[in-house]
């Protein structure tokens, strides 16, 4: 299997970085600093006690490394408008698209009966970036895993080491089978699933509000969790997220405060969108809140705590040039 990793970050490099090591031949399409490390250095990954390297053809054109099996694209949601229309070379007629991403999908709503009208305008207006990677070729993943970059081409791993990969539509097919194959003997614990929206919803429902409050306030996830007001307005978007899950057939049997004490015991680290912001990268809050504001508009359930984090975490983030005006 050839493989494309669209985005050499944290996750991108993680990914890539296991995948080269097992024998899979993984390319990476990058940029700037990213893309001259990798040349230079190939794949480096630290975990543990551990530097595991592999080496990696890298370009930033993709019409360099040509069509491919599989292409994964695990860049953050701002650049996914970009990111999609350069793609074009490495699909073919087989390519597989496996979105390693944050938050909502682009694809999310299609082929969902409860979800009408078309795309979601926050994280792909116009239809733009589903036009350009049709729901066809899209397999569902979900990341459970804490990495970050320690350097332009040098990945952090941090704890967990999960992916769960499943087909939009549900059920099982021999694709979903072949990719989860071979992300395990890439030594990923990987989880086949035939409900990867829900997997999709329950990972947001536990990120949504401490991804960004934890951005807005500079405090690590346990230092939120420990404040009782700070917490009891997360477990109140928390609800509203929940609702409008079971509303959309991604019902969750857990309730805010046990998410909380799952999250409790990870410590005192710093989200991701925490770290963009430290680092001034633009955030991802389109994905993670506004797609679950657009939703529960659209199914008719009011969000005015949601709401209310959309609207300050936005601000927060346009003074600071980390989010469009």
Not at 113 to 141: H, K, N, T
Not at 172 to 180: D, L, W
Not at 308 to 317: I, K, P, S, V, Y
């Amino acid at each position: 299997m050839k493989v494309c990793i669209v985005g050499a970050g944290a996750v991108g490099g993680f990914i890539g970085a296991r995948l080269a090591a097992s024998g899979i031949a993984t390319s990476a399409l990058a940029r700037g600093a990213t893309l001259a490390a990798l040349r230079g250095h190939g794949w480096r990954l630290h975990q543990e006690d551990r530097l595991v390297q592999a080496p990696v053809v890298a370009a930033q054109d993709a019409a360099e490394l040509g069509v491919q099996d599989l292409v994964v694209v695990a860049v953050k949601g701002p650049a996914l408008g970009d990111v999609a229309r350069a793609i074009a070379p490495l699909l073919g007629r087989d390519t597989i698209v496996l979105p390693a991403m944050n938050g909502v999908p682009w694809w999310f709503a299609e082929g969902a009966s409860a979800l009408p009208g078309g795309p979601l305008d926050s994280v792909d207006p116009g239809g733009a970036v589903g036009a350009a990677i049709p729901y066809e070729r899209v397999l569902g993943c979900v990341v459970h895993a804490s990495t970050s970059t320690l350097a332009p081409g040098i990945v952090q791993h941090r704890m967990g080491n999960g992916l769960i990969v499943g087909e939009p539509d549900g059920g099982t097919s021999a694709r979903a089978e072949q990719v989860a194959a071979v992300l395990g003997e890439a030594g990923f614990g990987v989880t086949l699933s035939n409900r990867i929206r829900y997997d999709i919803w329950y990972k947001l429902w536990g990120n949504m509000t401490t991804n960004p409050v934890t951005a807005m306030t500079g405090a690590t996830a346990d230092r939120l969790l420990d404040d009782p007001l700070a917490s009891a307005f997360c477990i109140a978007a928390m609800r509203e997220a929940g609702a409008i899950g079971a509303r959309i057939g991604c019902a969750i049997d857990e309730t805010p405060e046990d998410r909380h004490g799952v999250t409790r015991k990870l410590g005192a680290f710093k989200t991701s969108m925490l770290q963009d912001v430290e680092t001034g990268r633009p955030i991802e809050l389109d994905a993670i809140v506004g797609a679950v504001r657009e939703i529960g508009q659209r199914v008719g359930l009011a969000t005015p705590n949601i709401d209310a984090l959309f609207g300050l975490t936005r601000l927060f983030a346009r003074s600071r040039g980390l989010y469009p005006a």
